[in-house]
């Protein structure tokens, strides 16, 4: 046993590879950036070498990319309609970068940028700004009447616009604490079950091990579930903005 | 290339292109337009966070509002019952398919295909 602790949280740790500061901020290079970074790099390379031939009959690496483009654009289809494709790139972007950091996290010694609230929270805070700021462009000050549900009666507006603002309000926290939890229970559970297969040796170890196979395979469903729902609310989200109600 | 010149080949690919098609559309409309499974799967995974979410928003405004005001606990009390209620209508708007969060289902009908279908 290693002298530090190893803990099933302990894979959540940041840790600073390249300590900077700016100012009075710190803005070291952590796991997490090199993670998000890497991410970044995979995409890139994952859609542009995929796409390097253009081949008429897409081979299989081409078909990897071109599945995930329409995976993509039909959400968008059948979400929004055919306005939704100036949003694509967005929606694209975000998809990718979440599945593949997700993905990246399944893979032993990784670490998961996903399973950090603040990660998940700005992805969240910056759909839901620039979906309310769309709504304000699309629909100047009715914007507003958003928060009045149609068919219901003048008496009733003081109890349901606070509600409505409310359940605005909360999108940005459901979005990012759905993604975050999922990831973060996930993973701490792999570890816990891992570290029983160890203390339960040979013989024991054995039932541990099996759930510890399922739970990897029942984690790599959720990693790909949780980037599809983050990208089908914001879609969701977009549909709201463009057309209220 | 006009029909005639096809040759017996072409003709036999068109046809199994014709019937791979039909094929395809039959299981799309089986599964409904998103895939029932994957969308019931996402179903469940976002109804539990809908009710903590608003909660969490109402009483962060209370709170706010008592600091604010020097109210100490009476909006926090007020804000917890608005948010609860939030949380459970989205959560009953969520699983009756009537809409994503705020507003309701627009009256044209277009195809919000996440809710199960009714």
Known sequence: ?245 | MTEQKKSAHEQDIDARLRKARQAAEQSDAKSGPNGSRRSGLALAMRLGVEIVSSLVIGVGIGLLLDYWLDTNPWFMLLFFVLGAAAGLMNVYRVATGIGQGVGYRRDDGSNNSDGPAQ
């Open chain 1, 1 to 245: 046993m290693a002298a530090e602790s190893h803990g099933p949280l302990a894979q959540f740790e940041i840790k600073t590879l390249v300590p900077l500061k700016m100012g009075e901020v710190d803005v070291s290079f952590t796991n997490s950036a090199l993670f998000m970074s890497l991410t970044l790099v995979l995409v890139t390379l994952f859609l542009v070498l995929g796409m390097r031939q253009r081949a008429l009959v897409p081979g299989r690496w081409q078909s990897m990319v071109e599945i995930s483009y329409e995976f993509v654009a039909n959400l968008l289809r059948d979400t929004i309609g055919s306005e939704g494709r100036k949003y694509f790139p967005l929606v694209f972007t975000l998809f990718m970068f979440i599945l593949f950091g997700n993905m990246l996290g399944m893979i032993p010694y990784s670490f998961t940028f996903t399973s950090h609230i603040i990660v998940t929270f700005a992805m969240a805070l910056a759909v839901f700004i620039g979906v309310t700021v769309l709504g304000f462009i699309k629909h100047g000050f009715h914007f507003f009447s958003f928060f009045v549900p149609p068919g219901v009666s003048v008496v009733l507006w003081p109890l349901m616009i606070p509600i409505e603002i409310i359940s605005y309000l909360s999108r940005p926290i459901s979005l990012s604490v759905r993604l975050f939890a999922n990831l973060t229970a996930g993973h701490t559970m792999l570890k816990v079950f891992a570290g029983f297969v160890v203390s339960m040796g040979v013989i024991g170890g054995v039932l541990p091990f099996a759930f510890v196979v399922a739970l990897t395979g029942l984690e790599l469903l959720i990693a790909f579930l949780q980037a599809y729902v983050f990208t089908i609310l914001t879609c969701f989200y977009i549909n709201d903005a463009l057309h209220l109600h």
